[in-house]
């Protein structure tokens, strides 16, 4: 049954992009292809991730049909970027900060076991919805869910949140055609004080990359948890020469990968590795 719902959901894709190259020089009307496009974007699918074999357990993961929704999914389990960076162990604590609806944060957390921690950090309200339905369906007990931004102290700030892109925003990102969410703000070093200091840190955040790690100056001066971060070029985010100058500074060691390296496709996001030995 599982393979049939994945079935379904890839034909749906595939569906999506024939109608978008078939109003390419036709008289299809661009509202009919809208509302063929939204219908299919309001279907939600129950997956088992364990099929593609990256897994030894279940994972069930409910998501909408869009691109914004599967992109996580595509990155995460069919291409398997975080797992060529870094290597949970059992008993590992993990910062999953910009969690997004959770599909990363359910996959390490099989990896570091009963015994481990996975902190799950999403700001957008909308999609920490979703994240908690999906942590709640897998029974997530291990996983601490916090509906905040990691930034560089505790405050409040506004979210913009693009309305093409439902599960992105950012806190760098423009007014213009978004969404506005005021939101908590959490600096990891206070996260770290009561799910403790983590051994690894993902940071996919829209741009707000080094405020994170600003955030973060006592894990980073006292402790030694491997980082990977993506990217987000100005004037989304800082040069990323600035985020390899800081964690430079912190004692740590930067190698960077684009999107080609990782995901065999162009784009002017990157990916930061960073370690200490």
């Not at 364990?50 to 030894?56: D, I, L, P, V």
């Not at 359910?106 to 799950?120: E, F, I, N, P, R």
Request: hydrophobic residues 40%; glycine residues 6%; proline residues 4%.
């Amino acid at each position: 049954m599982t393979n049939l719902k994945e079935l379904f959901a890839e034909l749906l894709f595939r569906l999506k992009d024939a109608l978008i190259d078939l109003c390419k020089g036709s008289s299809i009307s661009f509202f009919a292809l809208l509302s063929a496009v939204v219908m299919l974007s309001r279907i939600n699918i129950s997956v088992d991730l364990s099929a593609h074999g990256r897994t030894r357990e279940n994972i069930y993961f409910r998501f909408r049909i869009n691109e914004s929704d599967l992109l996580p999914y595509d990155e995460i389990f069919k291409k398997n970027i975080y797992d060529q960076f870094i290597h949970p162990l059992k008993g590992d604590v993990v910062f999953d900060v910009g969690a997004n609806s959770g599909i990363y944060a359910l996959k390490v957390s099989k990896q570091v076991g009963k015994t481990g921690v996975v902190v799950a950090i999403e700001p957008n309200p909308e999609v920490f919805r979703w994240l908690s339905s999906n942590i709640q369906e897998n029974n997530g007990s291990k996983i601490i869910l916090l509906n905040a931004a990691a930034a560089s102290k505790n405050c409040s700030a506004t979210l913009s949140v693009p309305y093409r892109w439902s599960v992105g925003g950012g806190l760098n990102v423009g007014k213009k055609n978004t969404i506005s969410y005021t939101v908590r703000c959490l600096s990891l070093d206070n996260v770290a004080q009561f799910a403790g200091f983590p051994n690894i840190i993902k940071i996919d955040v829209e741009g707000a990359e080094l405020d994170v790690l600003q955030g973060a100056k006592l894990i980073l001066s006292t402790s030694k948890p491997q980082i990977v971060i993506e990217t987000h070029p100005p004037p989304l985010g800082p040069p990323i020469s600035e985020i390899v100058d800081y964690l430079t500074e912190m004692g740590y060691e930067c190698k960077i990968f684009t999107h080609r390296d990782i995901l065999l496709q162009s784009s002017n996001c990157a990916y930061v590795f960073a370690k200490k030995d």
